[in-house]
């Protein structure tokens, strides 16, 4: 989450001065060009941490873990953008409170992302499997 920030952070005051960006094809705006290098640079850093720091107990094939982790950062990419763009436009003449609404929102973001690899992507037990059946 640290990270995510920081880069957000980086990319929103040093590297992305205007208020749209153009990436040749594709025009957003600085919040959007901002959020993509956070999450280049944060999703493969965290899976690498959450699959071998914090939930080494899961018996889960890496693949299946991947899968896992990159669907619950589609919906953490979805969540954050429609949360931040929310707050960024009740906030539009307060660039410091833009800062604050991403760190906001990422502690909301954690939270759910925590719940969400505990049960799920990194859980102990394969969901769905079959318990044997006594005769």
Do not use: C, W
Not at 2 to 8: N, V
Not at 27 to 41: C, H, K, N
Request: proline share 1%.
């Amino acid at each position: 989450m640290l990270l995510g920030i920081l880069s957000y952070y980086f990319a929103y005051f040093f590297i992305f001065k205007t208020e749209e960006v153009n990436f040749g094809l594709l025009v957003v705006q600085r919040e959007t060009a901002s959020l993509f290098v956070d999450y280049s640079i944060a999703i493969p850093t965290s899976f690498l941490l959450n699959k071998y720091i914090i939930f080494t107990h899961s018996q889960l094939k890496g693949r299946v873990q991947l899968f896992r982790f990159l669907n619950l950062q589609f919906i953490n990419i979805l969540a954050n953008y429609v949360l931040l763009k929310f707050l960024l436009e009740l906030l539009r003449d307060y660039p410091t409170l833009a800062v604050l609404s991403r760190i906001l929102v990422s502690v909301l973001m954690a939270l759910f992302s925590y719940l969400y690899q505990h049960y799920f992507t990194f859980s102990v037990k394969k969901i769905g499997s079959k318990k044997e059946k006594k005769h």
